[in-house]
Nanobody
Framework: QVRLVESGGGLVQAGGSLRLSCAASISIFSADAISWYRQAPGKQRELVASTPHGSTATYVEAVKDRFTISRDYPQNTVYLQMNSLKPEDTAVYYC?????????WGQGTQVTVSS
């Protein structure tokens, strides 16, 4: 069983920054891919950023040049640095780990950006 614990969400003004953390109960070096998704009220969950093992990170167009996904292997933690936040970034953000062809999800962390 893989456990993921997200943290770092909160309320921030437009233009501000937040850093989300996702602490994993496994060695993230072993994960095939680690991603961040988000789900805004009334909308489907969407992929925001992904870091496949051994490959370059990818981002949805809406967050390119503002968000950065990174891995801290010794801490088994994945981060999502979010800069220049916009009200449309408001959503619940979820960490996802693809480990041995099984997807695991965290409980989500709320990010609210005020205008």
């Amino acid at each position: 069983q893989v456990r993921l614990v997200e943290s770092g969400g909160g309320l921030v003004q437009a233009g501000g920054s937040l850093r989300l953390s996702c602490a994993a109960s496994i060695s993230i070096f072993s994960a095939d891919a680690i991603s961040w998704y988000r789900q805004a009220p009334g909308k489907q969950r969407e992929l925001v950023a992904s870091t496949p093992h051994g490959s370059t990170a990818t981002y949805v167009e809406a967050v390119k040049d503002r968000f950065t996904i990174s891995r801290d292997y010794p801490q088994n933690t994945v981060y999502l640095q979010m800069n220049s936040l916009k009200p449309e970034d408001t959503a619940v953000y979820y960490c996802n780990v693809d480990f041995r062809n099984i997807n695991y999800w965290g409980q989500g962390t709320q990010v609210t950006v005020s205008s």
